[in-house]
């Protein structure tokens, strides 16, 4: 496997490693906040931008404040490691879930208590210098992620709030084209339409028409156990234990990543 500065020569200038803590166990967290902060550490030291993903999955009927409870463990230990590792906040990205309630909870919440209770949590845990926060959709459909971000940004906060989606802009998508070709023009055109939810980043979107695909849950249960679910394209993808480490190329961004590394941290 080639060393990351030969990534960077590569043309490759951002990175991502996503990570799962199980159970959690103490054990599972610090090895998973270790392991974000040390590749995050050695991606800056080559002259990549890490992004840097402490997964929080849906399985499960736990509610929304177990939720807010585990994920404030697993945040506090990964930023601790950052800092221990001299990792830049502001050469970072963050992709975190939403803090909302387990797939079989029976007490759904609204955009506006999954806004609070994730804004709260950033508040907490993660510094202001932070470069940006790019949520996953995490199995969400793509009408609540975009309502969730929408909610987050009717608030002042200290981040540039925006998304970081596979499932969430693909679903609608994959479903029109069905294998189609003459679908694919179609298809393309829905694609550029979901990776440009600007006004959700300005916290002033309207749903309006919505199709059944973009109402319907992206969830797959164990989803993160199984490397094969990374859909977007990757030019490597490198899997270690629970965590799932890939190297990108700006042309696979989505759009608002793009004008975020490009705009913001200059590359």
């Known amino acids: 496997m080639p060393t990351v500065p030969e990534y960077y020569k590569q043309g490759d200038r951002f990175c991502k490693w996503l990570s799962i803590p199980d159970g959690p166990s ?11 902060a040390r590749y995050a550490a050695i991606c800056q030291n080559a002259g990549l931008v890490p992004i840097v993903e402490p997964d929080i999955l849906l399985d499960g009927d736990h509610d929304i404040d177990t939720t ?9 230990e990964t930023f601790k490691y950052l800092a221990d590792n001299n990792v830049s906040f502001e050469r970072m990205l963050l992709k975190p879930s939403r803090v909302g309630p387990g797939a079989d909870c029976p007490n759904r919440s609204t955009p506006e208590e999954v806004a609070d209770y ?11 210098a932070t470069a940006g926060v790019m949520f996953l959709s995490g199995g969400l459909s793509e009408l609540d992620s975009t309502l969730y971000l929408n909610a987050m940004n009717q608030s002042p ?12 802009l693909q679903n609608t998508v994959l479903k029109t084209w069905a294998g189609d070709d003459s679908r694919k023009a179609e298809a393309q055109a829905i694609l550029g339409h979901r990776a440009k939810p600007r006004s959700a980043q300005l916290g ?17 249960k164990n989803y993160g156990e199984d490397s094969t679910n990374m859909t977007t394209s990757l030019t490597t993808d490198a899997v270690c234990l629970n965590h799932q480490l890939v190297l990108i190329s700006l042309k696979y961004l989505t759009l608002p990543t793009v004008y975020y590394l490009r705009n913001v941290l200059s590359f």
């Open 26 to 36: 103490r054990t599972a967290v610090t090895d998973c906040a270790y392991g974000l």
């Open 68 to 76: 807010f409870e585990v994920a404030s463990w697993v945040w506090a």
């Open 118 to 128: 994730t804004l709260r949590m950033l508040n907490s845990r993660v510094p202001p």
């Open 157 to 168: 906060n200290p981040w540039h709030l925006s998304f970081s989606y596979a499932r969430a």
């Open 204 to 220: 002033n979107f309207v749903a309006g028409d919505v199709s059944e695909s973009e109402s319907e849950s992206t969830y797959q």
